[in-house]
């Protein structure tokens, strides 16, 4: 078998309601659909979700270095022999959402021309996760409200909070107003995407004792090394790096160093063959790890849970898989339903995502 071609196709489709967060805000998804086909009419793809305020990575950027870079040294390889796929690819430095993409549309085209689901051949732990739905910035009360609905339409227990405002007051007086009116029984943590400085989230911390929030992500840069060290060292609850640690070396590095002491794994970022490096990194040091959200499609979505379910310690927490619902359309053929605050693997050839060809034209930005 020999790969043939990779389309990257850029389009764009609107949020219908956009997410604020410390390092960026979302209004459009501008993301690449990536598409490998192969000498025997079998196409694996995936869904490239450009984050420039997080890795640097544009629409334009990921079309080109799939497009111009990969392509070329990629095309007339075995899509099975994926570790010369990586070797070209790891010529390339960072990029890591153009190549993590590549690696599971990889995956895709083996699940369907081996006929098995992905989700088995990563691991086939389990055939769902429970979702874990992200709340951007809004006054308390806005959020309380999004999540008391999520909490009514779709039996979602877990909310991460975007926080990282200024003044801190905003978001210590969300967390209290979410845990109150939300009970003891939600779980609730925290996302400041590197908005504070260390001692400006041990502050938080110290206002935010006793609610019962259960992890703290990304609260200051990683490079900010010895301030974030002491925060990881004085904080109650585990500090979880996320934008530090696209890589198993990244995640090395900072777990060694102490600049965190849990994981969020992004398939979209690391691929399918990177997370699984990375998992096994956390699983050996006994580091807890969750499946973040790169503000995915449903397409993106599908990636995070097939590999999810696939392992234990992933499907041990709730995974971020709902923020496709404030998009106000999608590629993938057949939605996603939220059934009980859960997403079920699909047990087809693949990762699952068929796409809808009406839908793409539509959406599409280069014709
Ligand atoms: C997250 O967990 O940080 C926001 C920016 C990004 O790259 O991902 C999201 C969610
Ligand atoms: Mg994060």
Known sequence: MKITGIEAIPYAIPYSHPLKFASGAVETADHVLVRIHTDEGITGLADAPPRPYTYGETQVSIKNIVEEVFAPQVIGLDPFDREKVHAVMRRTINNQVAKGTVDIALWDLAGRTLGRPVHQLLGGWTDSMRVSHMLGFKPAQELLDEALRFGEEYGI????LKIGRRPLSLDIEACHVLREGLGPDVELYLDANR????????????????????LLEEPCDAKEAMSRRRLVEKSPIPVVGDESVPTAGDASRELLSGGCNAICIKTARSGFTEATEILGLCTGLGVDVTMGNQIDTQVGSLATVTFGAAHEATSRRAGELSNFLDMS???????????????????????????????????????
């Open 329 to 367: 359309d999608d590629l993938l053929a057949e939605p996603i339903a939220i059934a009980d605050g859960r997403i079920s693997v699909r047990d087809v050839p693949g990762v699952g995502a068929e796409i809808d060809g009406e839908k793409l034209s539509r959406y599409r930005t280069d014709r």
């Open 195 to 214: 908005g504070w400085t260390a001692n400006e989230a041990m502050q938080v911390l110290q206002q935010t004792e006793g609610l019962g929030l259960t």
């Open 157 to 160: 227990t877990t909310f991460k």
